[in-house]
């Protein structure tokens, strides 16, 4: 294998497939994202999102297909490999998943004692650093279940941030979240991205991913059906699938003014 | 008549009911012991282990719940000693075989809420730990199991305060423990019901201070989230 230079795509699927109950969730899906890319996943629920979010780290294991990680191919036999790769493959989910029995700063810290091996004071020093960047170093001793629904899901993604990953997979990242609780959230990832953070991230937030997105991938039945920069699938005058998608979705949500005005760049 | 209750407690009861208490003491706590940790084993292994693992546990349990505990005791004292593989044969101790005997029957019940504990964690903690890189194991050890644990220490607590009652039938395979040591007292005294009910007393006592130290556990494991219940 070569080199990984500054063309390599830093992850790569191809040809994913994954077949769940009789259904293939994943039809013959690939992808790649180059360092510092956005690229974000739409479509209706059931197209098969958040199972590709999943393949591409091995938590659901794709029936076929390979996942190259700088140009070299993960080999999910083998744990260590799978484990050194999932430490470099950041995920975020929709329902935050924090451990309950541990606080904010031993949420971010726990991974980087038994995984990375840190001592407990280097890491709860990377901790800290960590809840500051998504501002919530004065939370760092608060439980889950005292930290609001906003506040979790930043602190899940600074224990992601804490691996130092090459790329991060968000799978909905405010789809369980009240609405005053998004902008925070949002903020956030607004700042990863501007911060050159690689990310694949799924989610229904048309217009707010629209300014950060290098491209939407448009996904429906478990197969990529269209994909291009928000210009050219929702700009003036275009008719996509992903357009009458988004028209829909800010039609039902009310989001932004006229029916379509919202997805028009 | 015969001498008052206080200076018959003073003289005979009391002296007895110490030996058989410490004798007590040194069956329930290995015990107990020995049942969290088969109860914990069989109850990760019943949600984690491979499948004829958990099979064998799934036996395990199905077995040991579902017998008389006074059956099991008299087959580890009376029963084994009689089988013997390749002319070996092992004999039980009357104090190792109680232990033996609570050991693995208080694991089967442990396990069942070891189990209900694990199974109460959200799926979604365990991949979220997988995805930071850890392995399914540290996933367990580290994320899982100090949250079903407490969930179900209360659980794990009551077998205990049951471990400790029937810790009295070690008494019928010779332990003199607590009630072996009142049934003498009472066969040679006549005085059955002092006796029977300063037995009672002294396993309300045991069962109270062994409430009252599961309750500091718990206290000290209590994180926001996984409080008792206030009454």
């Known amino acids: ?16 497939v994954k077949v769940l109950g009789g259904n293939r969730v994943l039809d013959s899906v690939s992808l790649s994202i180059g360092r510092g890319r956005v690229k974000v996943l739409i479509g209706p629920s059931g197209a098969g999102k958040s199972t590709l979010l999943q393949c591409l780290n091995f938590l659901m294991p794709p029936d ?8 070299r191919e993960v080999n999910a036999q083998s744990r260590k490999e799978l484990c050194a ?4 493959v950041g ?19 726990v991974a980087l004692m038994k995984v990375k091996g840190m001592s407990k004071l280097d890491a709860t020093e990377r901790a800290i650093a960590e809840l500051k960047r998504v501002g919530l170093a004065d939370r760092a001793a608060n439980y889950p279940a005292n930290l609001s629904g906003g506040q979790k899901q930043r602190v899940a993604i600074a224990r992601a941030l804490a691996m130092d990953p090459k790329v991060m997979l968000l799978d909905e990242p405010t789809s369980a979240l009240d609405p ?8 956030v990832i607004r700042d990863l991205a501007q911060g050159g953070m690689t990310m694949i991230m799924a989610t229904h937030q048309i217009s707010f991913s629209a300014s950060l ?18 210009a050219e699938l929702l700009g003036r005058g275009v008719s996509s699938r992903t357009q009458s998608f988004c028209s829909k979705i800010s039609e039902l949500t009310g989001e932004g003014g006229g029916a379509s005005g919202e997805c028009r760049l | 008549m015969s001498t008052p209750y206080f200076e018959f407690l003073r003289a005979e009861l009391a002296p007895g009911l110490l030996d058989g208490l410490w004798v007590s003491l040194l069956v329930i706590a290995p015990s107990a012991l020995l049942g969290a940790c088969i109860g914990l084993a069989a109850g990760v292994l019943r949600v984690y282990g491979p499948k004829p693992v958990r099979l064998l546990t799934e036996a395990y349990v199905s077995l040991f719940r579902g017998t008389p505990l006074v059956v099991q005791v008299f087959f580890w004292y009376f029963a084994l000693p009689y089988i013997s593989i390749g002319g070996a044969s092992i004999v039980l101790d009357p104090v190792p075989a109680a232990i033996l005997s609570f050991g693995l029957c208080s694991g089967a019940y442990q ?22 890189g850890m392995t399914t194991r540290q996933a367990v050890t580290s994320i899982v199991l100090p949250q079903a644990f407490r969930r179900a220490l209360p659980g794990c607590g009551n077998e205990v305060i049951y471990l400790i009652k029937y810790s009295s039938l070690a008494s019928i395979i010779t332990v003199n423990e607590l009630t072996g040591t009142a049934t003498t007292i009472a066969k040679n005294t006549w005085r059955n019901i002092e006796v029977f009910c300063t037995l009672g007393v002294y396993y309300l006592v045991l069962v109270t201070l062994a409430t009252w130290l599961l309750r500091l556990l718990e206290d000290a494991m209590s994180v926001p989230g996984f409080e008792r219940p206030s009454a």
């Open chain 1, 91 to 109: 995920m975020i989910f929709q329902d935050f998943n924090l451990f309950d029995h541990l606080s904010a700063l031993e949420n971010v810290r």
């Open chain 2, 111 to 132: 396990s069942e809420y070891i189990r209900g504990g694990l199974m109460s964690i959200k799926r979604g903690q365990i991949r979220a730990a997988l995805a930071l």
């Open chain 1, 1 to 16: 294998m070569s080199q990984p230079s500054e063309t390599t795509p830093i992850l790569e699927a191809r040809g994913l």
């Open chain 1, 64 to 71: 076929s297909g390979h996942i190259l990680l700088e140009g």
């Open chain 1, 213 to 230: 997105a290098d491209e939407f991938i448009f996904m429906e039945k478990g197969r990529v059906v269209e994909q291009g920069s928000p």
């Open chain 1, 85 to 88: 790769f999932r430490q470099q």
């Open chain 1, 180 to 187: 005053e609780l998004i902008g925070e959230v949002l903020s």
